[in-house]
């Protein structure tokens, strides 16, 4: 790996946590456990029908007691405490995987399943247990929890942090992602236009593959800890 890398920004999609044992956000059936996207992540499901989104994501929320971290998140919870440039890692995730390997310096730009959104404040809060819809939030009291999951329609988390860490990278990387779910998607692009290496690793070619310099394919489990110990020496 080249001496000059001082900056990284790591994006991680579902694939990363497949190995952990989570569902990927889309089968290839088109399904997402066994329910349309549509249904359950919009913010039009989740006014048709609340009690289905709910109980959606209150069972993947229960999920994550099942899993652990595999070695790719250890591996880059293992590069988070070492590296001594800028270092951010982004993940299209909503997992606890990640900061439970250790990682700090993170973004999730799509929300997480621990945590509660209230719809008439924004405040959002730790939540572990289920989350019936009319939950009051404690901030301003209103009957308006919803899981803190951005929806198809809605913007990203930290965007314009993103933004800045990629236009300051030395090397963009992706790993476990589609290529095909947008803003994330173009990320590979911004990070080229800025002037950064570009890596994927994946298990398959993705939608973006040919944006990238190189594509490395296999299980992240095994394609991680060796990037992880080629830039850290």
Sequence with gaps: ???DIHNIVILTGAGISAESGLATFRGPDGLWEGHRVEDVCT????ARNPALVH???DERRAKLAEVAPNPAHEALAALDRAWPG???????????????????RLLHMHGELKSALCAACGKAVAWADP????????GCGAP?????????GEMPYDMEWIEEALAQADLFVSI???GAVYPAAGFVQMARHYGARTLELNLDPSAGSSYFEESRLGPASELVPEL?????G
């Design 1 to 3: 790996m080249p001496t």
């Design 43 to 46: 913010p039009e499901a989740l």
């Design 55 to 57: 109980r959606f994501y």
């Design 86 to 104: 800028d270092l951010l890692i982004v993940t299209q995730n909503v997992d606890d995987l990640h900061e439970r390997a250790g990682a700090v």
């Design 131 to 138: 989350l019936p819809p009319g939950s009051a939030c404690a």
């Design 144 to 152: 308006s929890l919803r899981p803190d999951i951005v929806f198809f």
């Design 176 to 178: 476990g992602t589609s």
């Design 228 to 232: 992880v110990r080629d830039l850290l």
